[in-house]
């Protein structure tokens, strides 16, 4: 999945937050609400504009943030 096509930051949309193109949906919260639990399907329910690509982009977007964070570890 290639998110760059589907992920812009701008900013002039939500301070610069990352969102789904075209919209004003935040990456932050797809990922919270398929964390909370919501499925895909009720991510899309509730969010009609949003395709599926849109959410794995989301998911892919936050994977690749996530593998390019850096971990120091604190002395006990």
Do not use: F
């Not at 919270?32 to 509730?46: F, H, K, M, P, S």
């Not at 982009?57 to 120091?72: H, M, P, T």
């Amino acid at each position: 999945m290639e998110w760059r096509e589907r992920i812009v930051v701008d900013p002039d949309v939500l301070v610069g937050k990352p969102v789904v193109k075209g919209t004003r949906i935040a990456v932050e919260l797809v990922i919270d609400l398929l964390a909370r639990g919501y499925t895909n399907e009720q991510v899309l329910a509730q969010y009609a504009h949003l395709t599926a690509e849109d959410v794995h982009a989301c998911l892919a977007y936050a994977a690749e943030v996530l593998q390019s964070e850096k971990v120091y570890a604190l002395p006990r």
